[in-house]
């Protein structure tokens, strides 16, 4: 009767698994992506108006959104803003039209998106995050409560959802024009990537990071100078391409893009992806 009884939670057990394993479409592209304001979207979303609903682009609801009518950890057509409720247009918006136009109509792109306008790289990075938060400046302050004051474990568990449903192909990053001059950026990129790979157990020889380059210096860029440390990246991950931003066109800023730059660099981030796509 023990025996029987064994076999029967066996059956059972494996039935579960079989059921949990056809859930997850092999061809249901997952996107991570983060950073700090030219991620989080600058432009108004109204500045482009041929902005198109792509139904096989979907997004992961980061925030809850009442006005938007969206449930954190729920799927919704990927349609700006895709970070929190009041942000903008930003590369992600582009790249994940660009991925679904480029691939059989048998893929869906599915985006995650977690940034915070004018955050250092600190505020994702698990040594630092928390001395981070503790002191960050009023302003931030509304933007790390949406996150329950920890973007990175934000990031991490709409991850987790999202492996439910589809397979993490990529991590896209728009980062650091808050850190400029700090060469120590391409280590500590190093090590918040080591740990998206670690605690989402992905193979990151299957998993690039994409990270995008600040406003050029052909424009006159802030932060431009930061873009010979971002450079750096290979260097530190041996899966890591560096995006260039050169001829994006800025805002009267320079240090944000116009909905054209952000076209034009969510394009040339879904260009590197498909070269990088595996089976």
């Given at each position: 009767?023990?025996?029987?009884?064994?076999?029967?939670?066996?059956?059972?057990?494996?039935?579960?698994?079989?059921?949990?394993?056809?859930?997850?479409?092999?061809?249901?592209?997952?996107?991570?992506?983060?950073?700090?304001?030219?991620?989080?979207?600058?432009?108004?979303?109204?500045t482009?108006?041929?902005?198109?609903?792509?139904?096989?682009?979907?997004?992961?609801?980061?925030?809850?959104?009442?006005?938007?009518?969206?449930?954190?950890?729920?799927?919704?057509?990927a349609?700006a803003?895709?970070?929190?409720?009041?942000?903008g247009?930003?590369?992600?918006?582009?790249?994940?039209?660009?991925?679904?136009n480029?691939?059989?109509?048998?893929v869906?792109i599915?985006?995650?998106?977690?940034a915070?306008?004018?955050?250092?790289?600190?505020?994702?990075?698990?040594?630092?995050?928390?001395?981070?938060?503790?002191?960050?400046?009023?302003?931030?302050?509304?933007?790390?409560?949406?996150?329950?004051?920890?973007?990175?474990?934000?990031?991490?568990?709409?991850?987790?959802?999202?492996?439910?449903?589809?397979?993490?192909?990529?991590?896209?990053?728009?980062?650091?024009?808050?850190?400029?001059?700090?060469?120590?950026?391409?280590?500590?990129?190093?090590?918040v990537?080591?740990?998206?790979?670690?605690?989402?157990?992905?193979?990151?020889?299957?998993?690039p990071?994409?990270?995008?380059?600040?406003?050029?210096?052909?424009?006159?860029?802030?932060?431009?100078?930061?873009?010979?440390?971002?450079g750096?990246?290979?260097?530190?991950i041996?899966?890591?391409?560096?995006?260039?931003?050169?001829?994006?066109?800025?805002?009267?800023?320079?240090?944000?893009?116009?909905a054209?730059?952000?076209?034009?660099?969510?394009?040339?981030?879904?260009?590197k992806m498909?070269t990088?796509?595996?089976?």
């Open positions: 009767m023990k025996n029987k009884y064994l076999i029967t939670l066996i059956i059972i057990a494996g039935a579960t698994l079989n059921s949990f394993s056809q859930q997850v479409n092999k061809n249901f592209h997952i996107y991570l992506c983060f950073g700090q304001s030219n991620m989080e979207g600058h432009a108004r979303v109204e482009d108006t041929n902005l198109p609903v792509n139904k096989r682009v979907k997004l992961l609801q980061a925030v809850s959104c009442e006005d938007l009518k969206r449930e954190q950890g729920n799927w919704y057509d349609i803003p895709l970070v929190r409720c009041n942000t247009l930003g590369p992600a918006d582009y790249f994940g039209r660009a991925m679904a480029s691939l059989p109509d048998s869906t599915g985006i995650v998106n977690v915070v306008g004018g955050c250092k790289i600190e505020l994702f990075h698990k040594k630092y995050s928390e001395s981070y938060i503790n002191t960050a400046p009023d302003w931030m302050v509304s933007a790390l409560k949406a996150y329950s004051n920890n973007p990175y474990q934000r990031l991490i568990e709409m991850a987790k959802i999202a492996q439910q449903s589809g397979v993490i192909k990529g991590i896209l990053l728009h980062q650091g024009e808050s850190n400029t001059g700090d060469t120590s950026w391409p280590q500590k990129v190093k090590d990537y080591g740990d998206l790979i670690q605690d989402l157990n992905l193979n990151p020889s299957k998993v990071l994409l990270a995008g380059e600040v406003v050029h210096a052909e424009q006159n860029g802030v932060c431009a100078g930061m873009n010979e440390i971002i750096q990246l290979p260097g530190f041996p899966n890591a391409h560096v995006i260039s931003s050169k001829g994006c066109e800025a805002g009267a800023d320079r240090l944000h893009f116009t054209v730059g952000y076209k034009e660099l969510g394009n040339r981030y879904a260009s498909l990088l796509l595996t089976n």
